[in-house]
């Protein structure tokens, strides 16, 4: 499977207190199935946690980088429901990251997901992301209840979502480079967080800052 996947669209949202129960529903009972439905979208997963901010994580591996600028996508993300038209303006703290898989360990979707996002170094994003994946990754991938290591080089970082005009791509943070360490429960990824990828070993590695940092839990995944 692991294979297959070379395009990623990740989220991190708040969102208002007083809209988070309709929140949380309709992202189980109507986006995942919805988003996870668009041609090329392997699946689409969300995360939670009651320490990390943002407080909610989710990830949509795609086949290609090309389906998350594709018409039928754009055309999706034109249509909303009615229900995501009352959700969206709700969330609040949102990047959104459209990445490239430039380094993909092991295989199938942990329980548990460590999220790091890096801006680079005077030497740039691609240098960083290939000195992580060559460095760290198979490192990582080897430790006990390590499931999958992923370094995800941003090519946008926000989609536009305006939905009284056509959604269009901004560049909001091209440059960013995120690691996402997913494993079987959160106690190895919280060693890891403090241990390989504190923040030292990042920046000796090619980053210039550690944007956010994030332990989540998985609680639902819709696969195509």
């Known amino acids: 499977m692991a294979s297959q996947r070379t395009g990623l669209l990740a989220v991190w949202t708040d969102v208002e207190p007083a809209a988070e129960a309709d929140f949380n529903e309709w992202y189980d009972r109507e986006h995942l199935a919805e988003r996870a439905a668009n041609a090329g979208f392997l699946n689409a997963r969300r995360y939670q946690s009651a320490q990390a901010a943002p407080r909610y994580f989710a990830a949509y591996d795609t086949r290609s980088l090309a389906v998350l600028g594709s018409p039928a996508y754009l055309k999706a993300l034109a249509n909303q429901t009615a229900w995501s038209r009352r959700v969206l303006p709700r969330m609040r703290n949102t990047t959104r990251m459209i990445a490239a898989l430039a380094s993909d360990r092991g295989a199938g979707l942990g329980g548990a997901m460590l999220t790091v996002r890096l801006a680079p170094g005077p ?6 992301a290939e000195a992580l994946g060559r460095d760290l990754l198979a490192a990582l991938a080897a430790l006990p209840g390590v499931v ?4 995800a080089l941003g090519v946008v970082a ?3 979502m305006d939905t009284k005009r056509p959604p269009r791509l901004a560049a909001e943070r091209p440059d960013a480079v995120a690691l996402l360490v997913e494993g079987t429960d959160l106690l190895p990824l919280e060693g890891i967080s403090g241990g390989p990828l504190r923040d030292d070993a990042l920046c000796a590695a090619g980053a210039g800052a550690v944007l956010q940092r994030g332990l989540y839990r998985m609680s639902k995944t819709v696969l195509a």
Request: hydrophobic share 55%; proline share 8%; glycine share 8%.
């Open 123 to 128: 030497a740039g994003a691609a240098p960083l």
């Open 148 to 151: 999958r290591v992923s370094v």
């Open 158 to 160: 926000s989609l536009d």
